[in-house]
């Protein structure tokens, strides 16, 4: 079971954590109640109240440190690479990790960005993807710049690599059997960034870790 991302210092603030992040993760979070969340907690409704304001609370508190953890990570991977391509795994690598370690947090997080924007929380998750389209467009409008990238305008390029990073981690979402290592996401910035165009020794060969029956 996926241990809950944020730090406590109670047990059952814990349980209830672990609580709603199953329960939102399976019946996303309209379709979760307060009494659904204290009972798979094992407390009371005064208790959850204790800890938590309300059901929105009990969200936030689950994937607003996510949230500041990868904004705070990706915006400083550009200082520790000099290199695009070097950069752009970086990214990759740490989007896989985050998925392979929080896959129920992720199917949270996927669940606020494609629900109908009436529905859900109130949530600003514009602030991540805001920040993680921006440093990517950066790094590879250095790239364009210096030369080591080419076919499109920085944020055409930009959607094409993010485009490629999501559609994997939303797959991940609904497969959890599926492992996106670290070697998959160097394979597919290799990919992205010197083509699939024939080459006699290519830099990548990439396995598909998706199966269907």
């Given at each position: ?11 059952a ?78 990214i ?8 392979e ?19 859900g ?11 993680r ?10 790239g ?12 055409s ?12 981690i ?13 070697e998959l ?21 990439l396995?598909s870790?998706?199966f269907?029956a």
């Amino acid at each position: 079971m996926e241990q809950t991302h944020v730090e406590t210092t109670n047990e059952a603030e814990a349980r209830l954590l672990e609580s709603a992040l199953n329960l939102f993760a399976e019946k996303g979070y309209e379709g979760t109640s307060i009494r659904e969340i204290i009972e798979g907690a094992g407390v009371t409704r005064p208790v959850l109240y204790y800890y938590f304001h309300n059901k929105e609370d009990v969200f936030r508190r689950l994937v607003q440190p996510l949230f500041t953890e990868l904004i705070q990570t990706i915006s400083e991977i550009p200082n520790h690479y000099a290199e695009t391509v070097g950069r752009l795994k970086a990214i990759m690598r740490l989007a896989f990790a985050t998925a392979e370690r929080n896959p129920l947090s992720i199917r949270l997080i996927l669940q606020m960005y494609f629900s109908p924007p009436q529905s859900g929380p109130e949530f600003d998750k514009d602030e991540f993807r805001r920040v993680r389209f921006l440093t990517v467009e950066k790094i590879i409008q250095e790239g364009l710049s210096r030369g080591e990238l080419a076919g499109g305008d920085a944020r055409s390029l930009t959607l094409v690599y993010i485009g490629i990073l999501d559609t994997h981690i939303m797959a991940k979402s609904q497969m959890p059997g599926i492992h996106l290592t670290p070697e998959l996401a160097e394979g597919l910035v290799d990919l992205f960034f010197y083509g699939t165009c024939y080459k006699d020794n290519p830099p990548t060969s990439l396995v598909s870790p998706f199966f269907y029956a």
